[in-house]
């Protein structure tokens, strides 16, 4: 089992930058990719970005691409979520979720493909 604990979360103004963080945990040789979702009260949780564990794939949902990116650092068995350019509409509770599933180039996991997750951190972006 794979335990994953996000930071890094809180207010930002519109344009600000955060730096969201997982750190792993546990039996983290079993999972092979990596991915952030996010999710707002009475939306569906939405993928945000993603990376193989070895770090030279990756893929964003259009809505955050050019603002956010996704990076590990191996020492620390961490992943971060670096998120540039905030906007309003990037108000949500992240997670960090961990899959089994080899992330493919110019592939998309969705939520049902990661089976270990975080409890998530809240991220408020004010106008």
């Known amino acids: 089992q794979v335990q994953l604990v996000e930071s890094g979360g809180g207010l930002v103004q519109a344009g600000g930058s955060l730096r969201l963080s997982c750190a792993a945990s546990?039996?983290?040789?079993?999972?092979?990719?990596l991915g952030w979702f996010r999710q707002s009260p009475g939306k569906e949780r939405e993928f945000v970005a993603a990376?193989?564990?070895?770090?030279?794939?990756?893929s964003y949902a259009d809505s955050v691409k050019g603002r956010f990116k996704i990076s590990r650092n191996s020492a620390k068995d961490t992943v971060c979520l670096q998120k540039n350019d905030n906007k309003p509409e990037d108000t949500s509770l992240y997670y960090c979720a961990t899959s089994e599933i080899v992330l493919r180039r110019g592939a998309i996991l969705g939520s049902r493909d990661y089976n270990s997750w975080g409890q998530g951190t809240q991220v408020t972006v004010s106008s």
């Open positions: 546990g039996r983290t040789l079993d999972f092979n990719s």
């Open positions: 990376m193989n564990w070895r770090g030279d794939i990756t």
